[in-house]
């Protein structure tokens, strides 16, 4: 991450949104660098070297999809998809293509920021090169070191399948994992027709980490999309 304010990638061709998005984040002390076409936003990833891009899915020559597809072509910078509602598919077509997160239109300036905060500081763990040797939210801790989990001060005994869909989750934490990705990451098989594995799991886990299984506070579902681990 750059060492002074971080820089943020914007490309997005909506006039309202870019003024928005201006507004918002240099506010609050983000510099920004603005593209509103698929060519002009890769060659300013390339240029620029932002610490965050934020990607419209619509653009005036292409797909956002493609331009997601193509900036993890050789780089790691987080991608935070701005999308529209009704764009369901796309958003899991480009979350699976390599971005990050997403924000659904219209999004609150506190959405926004948490999503950068997170972006930031997901980068910032990958690029020290340590593996993280233990994780917090709220009153979960994995010991990722030893493979052990706490809720409420307690060991919880999962199973390896519950722990690989926990961990999964724990790398992505704060970020929105697609079922395509939590299937490949903590099965290690492909999509077709084993959605409900997910949810089968995600039940169990449940159960065993949160204080209300009814009412999750920490393994959130993203209706239609996946799950998010709540970095508290
Ligand atoms: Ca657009």
Redesign the pocket.
């Known amino acids: 991450m750059n060492a002074e304010r971080p820089l943020l990638l914007v490309i997005?061709?909506?006039r309202q949104m870019l003024r928005f998005l201006r507004a918002s984040l240099c506010a609050h002390g983000y510099r920004l660098c603005e593209a509103e076409t698929a060519a002009d936003g890769l060659a300013q990833a390339r240029s620029r070297a932002p610490d965050v891009i934020l990607l419209?899915?619509?653009?005036?020559d292409g797909d956002g999809i493609d331009v997601a597809r193509k900036l993890r072509d050789g780089c790691r910078t987080p991608i935070v998809v701005l999308s529209a509602r009704g764009q369901e598919e796309d958003k899991i077509r480009a979350l699976d293509a390599g971005a990050d997160d997403y924000l659904t239109k219209p999004f609150s300036v506190g959405e926004l920021l948490a999503r950068i905060r997170v972006a930031l500081r997901h980068a910032a763990q990958v690029a020290s090169g340590n593996p993280q040797l233990e994780f917090t939210s709220g009153d979960l801790r994995v010991d990722l070191a030893a493979r052990r989990v706490f809720a409420r001060g307690q060991e919880v005994h999962l199973t390896p399948t519950e722990y690989r869909l926990l961990v999964t989750l724990v790398e992505h934490a704060g970020h929105v994992v697609t079922h395509r990705q939590l299937l490949s990451e903590a099965w290690g098989i492909s999509h077709a027709g084993r959605a409900h594995y997910v949810r089968v799991y995600m039940g169990q886990l449940r159960a065993k980490i949160e204080a209300d299984p009814a009412r999750p506070r920490l393994l959130l579902n993203e209706p239609g999309v996946g799950y998010r681990l709540a970095a508290w």
């Open positions: 997005e061709d909506e419209d899915l619509m653009l005036p």
